[in-house]
């Protein structure tokens, strides 16, 4: 499975971006997906994940409220919406993918990775 994700950009803070993740290779509608982030000098951190179905989703505190993933299986495309972006928002976001369809918390729980795609909050 190859991960391919795009959407980022440079936007003012109060400002939105969407994020998207396409699954080529198979489908991969029976897989759990996230969506983690990584600044500059710091760890690599799960922002928001979302199970096979869609039904369970997970946020992140610092996310929670402003970021809405989801995912259209019929599409093999996951999303990452993010409103209200803000400074500290500023990453490269990274999309993962497991063979299990039941959502991971850590980088370690994931099996497929996209390329990255930078998001830059200016205030």
């Known amino acids: 499975v190859q991960l391919q994700a795009f959407g980022g950009g440079l936007v003012q803070a109060g400002g939105s971006l969407r994020l998207s993740c396409a699954a080529s290779?198979?489908?991969?509608?029976?897989?759990?997906m996230s969506w983690f982030r990584q600044a500059a000098g710091k760890e690599r951190e799960v922002v928001a994940s979302?199970?096979?179905?869609?039904?369970?989703?997970y946020y992140a505190d610092s996310v929670k409220g402003r970021f809405t993933i989801s995912r259209d299986n019929a599409k093999n495309t996951g999303y990452l919406q993010m409103n209200n972006l803000k400074p500290e928002d500023t990453a490269v976001y990274y999309c993962?993918?497991?063979?299990?369809?039941?959502?991971?918390?850590?980088?370690?729980?994931?099996?497929?990775w996209g390329q990255g795609t930078e998001v830059t909050v200016s205030s």
């Open positions: 290779g198979r489908t991969f509608s029976s897989n759990a």
């Open positions: 993962a993918g497991r063979r299990h369809g039941a959502m991971a918390l850590t980088a370690a729980g994931y099996d497929y």
């Open positions: 979302i199970s096979w179905s869609g039904f369970s989703t």
